[in-house]
C-alpha cells in the first residue's frame, strides 16, 4: 500500500487590517514612549499665536478680518502650519528604520507594503488630530471664536488631516528615495516655509501682491487653510462663502493625498528592489 505523502502545512497570512493595526501599533507605542516630541512641537504654534496675533492686532481693525479680529482669521492658518510642519517630519521614521535595519526585517516578513505605509500614516495621522485639537483649544483661550460650531471645528479637523496626509506621505517618499536624514531636512525646509508664506496663511489674497495671489490660488496649503476657516467662521454653513470653490479645494487635497500615498507606496517597492 503506497504511503500517503504528508500535507503541505498551509500558510495563514493576517488580513491587510490586521497587518496595518500591528504597524500602527509599533508606532503609536513608540510614539508613546518619547511622547515628549509630539508634545515639544506644540510650542511652535503657541508662539506663532500670540506672538503674530499681538504684533499684527492692529490689523484686525480692517473689515476684511471680520468681528474676531486677525487672531480669529490667524488660528485656522496657524492650525494647517502646525500639521504642516509636522508632516514634513514624518519621513524621519523611516531613515531611522533604514539605519537600524528595521525595514529590512519589516520587507522581509509576509507584509503588505501598503500596509506598512498606512500603519505609519495612521500614527502620524492620529497625532496631527490631537495637535490640531490643541490648537484651536489655544486659540480659543487667545480669544478667537468658532461661529461654525462642532461641524466646523469638524471640517477644519478633516482639512488638516488631508493636508497632514499630503506632507506625510511625501516626506516619506522622500525619505525612502534618498535614505538620507540631511537631504530629507533641506528638502523639507525649502517646501515649508514658501508653502506658508505663499498661501494665505497670514494675509488675506487681497492683501498680496498679484503674484503672490497666482502662486497661492495653486497652494494647497491655500486650499486647506480656505476650507478650515470657512467651517470655522461659519461662512460655509451661511451661504456667505463660495461653496463650489471651497468643493473644488477639498477634491484637490483628496486627489493629492491619493497621489502622496501612491508614491509612497512605489517608493518603498522602489527600495526593496535596489536591495
Do not use: H, K
Not at 509599533?26 to 510614539?31: A, L, P, Q, S
Not at 480692517?62 to 479680529?69: E, K, M, S, T
Amino acid at each position: 500500500m503506497t504511503a500517503l505523502a504528508p500535507a503541505s502545512p498551509r500558510i495563514v497570512r493576517a488580513s491587510w487590517a490586521s497587518q496595518t493595526g500591528q504597524v500602527f501599533r509599533r508606532w503609536i507605542i513608540g510614539t508613546w514612549r518619547q511622547v515628549w516630541g509630539p508634545a515639544m512641537s506644540l510650542l511652535q504654534p503657541v508662539i506663532w499665536i500670540v506672538l503674530f496675533g499681538q504684533v499684527y492686532s492692529a490689523l484686525g481693525t480692517l473689515p476684511v478680518f471680520g468681528d474676531d479680529g486677525y487672531i480669529g482669521y490667524l488660528v485656522p492658518g496657524i492650525l494647517m502650519m502646525t500639521v504642516l510642519y509636522s508632516g514634513a517630519w514624518a519621513g524621519t521614521g523611516y531613515i531611522d528604520d533604514i539605519g537600524s535595519g528595521v525595514m529590512d526585517q519589516l520587507l522581509s516578513a509576509p507584509l503588505s507594503r501598503s500596509a506598512i505605509v498606512t500603519g505609519q500614516l495612521l500614527q502620524q495621522l492620529v497625532i496631527n488630530v490631537l495637535q490640531s485639537a490643541v490648537v484651536l483649544g489655544i486659540g480659543a483661550l487667545a480669544g478667537a471664536s468658532y461661529p461654525g460650531g462642532v461641524g466646523g471645528i469638524l471640517l477644519a479637523l478633516v482639512a488638516a488631516t488631508l493636508l497632514a496626509t499630503v506632507f506625510c506621505c511625501a516626506s516619506s517618499a522622500v525619505a525612502l528615495t534618498t535614505r538620507n536624514q540631511v537631504a530629507l531636512i533641506g528638502l523639507s525646509q525649502l517646501i515649508v516655509l514658501p508653502a506658508t508664506f505663499l498661501s494665505t496663511t497670514m494675509m488675506p489674497a487681497t492683501l498680496l501682491p498679484d503674484w503672490v495671489q497666482a502662486v497661492a490660488r495653486w497652494n494647497p496649503m491655500t486650499w486647506a487653510v480656505e476650507l478650515g476657516r470657512a467651517g470655522l467662521d461659519g461662512t460655509l454653513f451661511d451661504g456667505s462663502a463660495d461653496a463650489g470653490r471651497l468643493l473644488l479645494e477639498g477634491a484637490g487635497l483628496v486627489l493629492l493625498a491619493a497621489l502622496a500615498f501612491a508614491w509612497t507606496v512605489r517608493s518603498i517597492r522602489a527600495y526593496q528592489r535596489s536591495l
